[in-house]
């Protein structure tokens, strides 16, 4: 990523020198490009991604806000908080022989990655085939790969019409943003590049006319006064010098600016990543999965509700009372999964058996989720999450569910009871 922001001019030459001569010094001269969106001490000394960095780049037609994910499988939370903020998805595989096999095969990130997207409303995917450059450009390769995806997106919910694959070697900038360099590569690709793929994504529809859902995904104190969020708005409208409603709790804060896309702006709308700067409030009010809403419209809040579910590919098929990590958005919470009701049609809907004793893979089933508690105390009573059901707010009614650090499943909120 940190080479294609070079490309389209975000990141500028002397801020490459010193990633390069940095990366260099620290022993990790290959993750020099990285060092553009890793910006932690511990993230450069691993040479890993571990949290959501965020950045913009224009191509011809569109603005793009990139969130850039971790993909190593102990940072799948902090991937699943970006994701949950995405509109499009752009995947990066390693065509290096046997890493692409690594990723691919089964439990790999690869294929969990496209998951949790797909069953976070994100319909629309570019593929980047990277590191083509150290298989010589070689075209049965770059074939083979796209060859074994296209069943697995087509299965996981992503149409062919909206899936794209693109050949790049993105060390040596090469079919990043021009195809030139690569006499190997144009003897048999006449393609787009990969910019030519971002700009023809299509921005999907905004809910501006519901009510404001705008859930935190991070927040820090602003250089003056006031109390600074992140998140991305799922649905309505905020302006500066509105009053919020901050759930859970009793609290309200004032909106004192509005940042997006590096500016200040007077308001802005659903879809949009942005920044608000609060005051009138106190931090310890403020957490991570928070939901800004209208004092006169407040989200529901949560402990126990319906949800229609598909199980994905689970070693130990699922009972009622199993225990489970609820996601939504960027908070995560324990629940079990309190009632198993019926097993559906993952065709039709219709219902194909009620009161199943299991859900084994591939079943698609409506349960009854509960939170759980994270005291130890046996009397204390889970506290509530702002949720709202799929029919009213379909940001807000998508759920994940992990046990044992492995995704087993993912649907929609139905119904809230309390």
Same mark, same amino acid.
């Given at each position: 990523?940190?080479?294609?922001?070079?490309?389209?001019?975000?990141?500028?030459?002397?801020?490459?020198?010193?990633?390069?001569?940095?990366?260099?010094?620290?022993?990790?001269?290959?993750?020099?490009?990285?060092?553009?969106?890793?910006?932690?001490?511990?993230?450069?000394?691993?040479?890993?991604?571990?949290?959501?960095?965020?950045?913009?780049?224009?191509?011809?037609?569109?603005?793009?806000?990139?969130?850039?994910?971790?993909?190593?499988?102990?940072?799948?939370?902090?991937?699943?908080?970006?994701?949950?903020?995405?509109?499009?998805?752009?995947?990066?595989?390693?065509?290096?022989?046997?890493?692409?096999?690594?990723?691919?095969?089964?439990?790999?990130?690869?294929?969990?990655?496209?998951?949790?997207?797909?069953?976070?409303?994100?319909?629309?995917?570019?593929?980047?085939?990277?590191?083509?450059?150290?298989?010589?450009?070689?075209?049965?390769?770059?074939?083979?790969?796209?060859?074994?995806?296209?069943?697995?997106?087509?299965?996981?919910?992503?149409?062919?019409?909206?899936?794209?694959?693109?050949?790049?070697?993105?060390?040596?900038?090469?079919?990043?943003?021009?195809?030139?360099?690569?006499?190997?590569?144009?003897?048999?690709?006449?393609?787009?590049?990969?910019?030519?793929?971002?700009?023809?994504?299509?921005?999907?529809?905004?809910?501006?006319?519901?009510?404001?859902?705008?859930?935190?995904?991070?927040?820090? /104190? #602003?250089? @003056? $006064?006031?109390?600074?969020?992140?998140? %991305?708005?799922? +649905?309505?409208?905020?302006?500066?010098?509105? =009053?919020l409603r901050v759930l859970p709790g009793d609290e309200t804060a004032a909106v004192k600016s509005i940042e997006a896309e590096e500016e200040n702006v007077p308001w802005a709308m659903a879809g949009q990543n942005t920044t608000l700067f609060l005051t009138g409030i106190d931090a310890i009010h403020l957490s991570?999965?928070?939901?800004?809403?209208?004092p006169t419209d407040v989200v529901p809040l949560a402990t126990i509700f319906t949800a229609r579910i598909i199980i994905f590919d689970v070693q130990v098929p699922i009972t009622a009372g199993a225990s489970v990590e609820l996601f939504h958005h960027s908070r995560d919470v324990p629940a079990t999964v309190s009632?198993?009701?019926?097993?559906?049609?993952?065709?039709?809907?219709?219902?194909?058996?009620?009161?199943?004793?299991?859900?084994? /893979? #591939?079943? @698609? $089933?409506?349960?009854?989720?509960?939170? %759980?508690?994270? +005291?130890?105390?046996?009397?204390?009573?889970? =506290?509530?999450?702002?949720?709202?059901?799929?029919?009213?707010?379909?940001?807000?009614?998508?759920?994940?569910?992990?046990?044992?650090?492995?995704?087993?499943?993912?649907?929609?909120?139905?119904?809230?009871?309390?």
């Amino acid at each position: 990523m940190g080479r294609l922001l070079y490309e389209t001019g975000r990141l500028d030459e002397k801020t490459r020198v010193a990633n390069e001569r940095g990366s260099s010094k620290a022993g990790k001269s290959s993750f020099s490009w990285a060092w553009g969106l890793d910006g932690t001490t511990e993230e450069r000394e691993r040479g890993i991604t571990m949290d959501i960095a965020l950045q913009s780049l224009r191509t011809p037609h569109r603005q793009v806000t990139i969130l850039d994910a971790p993909g190593h499988k102990d940072f799948v939370p902090n991937m699943i908080s970006g994701a949950s903020q995405a509109d499009c998805a752009l995947l990066v595989v390693d065509a290096s022989h046997g890493e692409f096999e690594a990723g691919f095969d089964r439990g790999g990130q690869t294929r969990e990655h496209l998951i949790l997207v797909r069953s976070l409303g994100v319909s629309q995917v570019v593929v980047a085939v990277n590191k083509l450059d150290m298989v010589r450009w070689d075209r049965d390769r770059f074939e083979d790969i796209c060859s074994q995806m296209r069943p697995f997106l087509l299965q996981s919910g992503f149409h062919p019409s909206k899936t794209q694959f693109v050949p790049v070697g993105a060390m040596d900038g090469i079919n990043l943003v021009e195809i030139s360099g690569a006499a190997e590569l144009t003897s048999w690709y006449k393609g787009p590049t990969l910019v030519d793929c971002l700009d023809k994504l299509e921005p999907p529809s905004r809910d501006i006319v519901s009510p404001l859902r705008f859930p935190i995904s991070n927040i820090f /104190k #602003g250089q @003056s $006064a006031g109390i600074g969020v992140t998140g %991305r708005l799922c +649905s309505g409208v905020v302006q500066v010098g509105e =009053r919020l409603r901050v759930l859970p709790g009793d609290e309200t804060a004032a909106v004192k600016s509005i940042e997006a896309e590096e500016e200040n702006v007077p308001w802005a709308m659903a879809g949009q990543n942005t920044t608000l700067f609060l005051t009138g409030i106190d931090a310890i009010h403020l957490s991570i999965g928070t939901v800004l809403c209208p004092p006169t419209d407040v989200v529901p809040l949560a402990t126990i509700f319906t949800a229609r579910i598909i199980i994905f590919d689970v070693q130990v098929p699922i009972t009622a009372g199993a225990s489970v990590e609820l996601f939504h958005h960027s908070r995560d919470v324990p629940a079990t999964v309190s009632s198993l009701l019926t097993t559906l049609d993952r065709a039709s809907g219709a219902v194909i058996k009620k009161k199943p004793r299991v859900l084994t /893979k #591939g079943t @698609s $089933a409506e349960v009854q989720i509960s939170l %759980r508690s994270t +005291s130890l105390s046996s009397a204390s009573t889970a =506290r509530p999450i702002p949720l709202e059901s799929f029919s009213v707010n379909k940001d807000m009614g998508r759920i994940l569910l992990r046990r044992g650090g492995e995704t087993i499943g993912a649907g929609i909120v139905l119904e809230i009871f309390g």
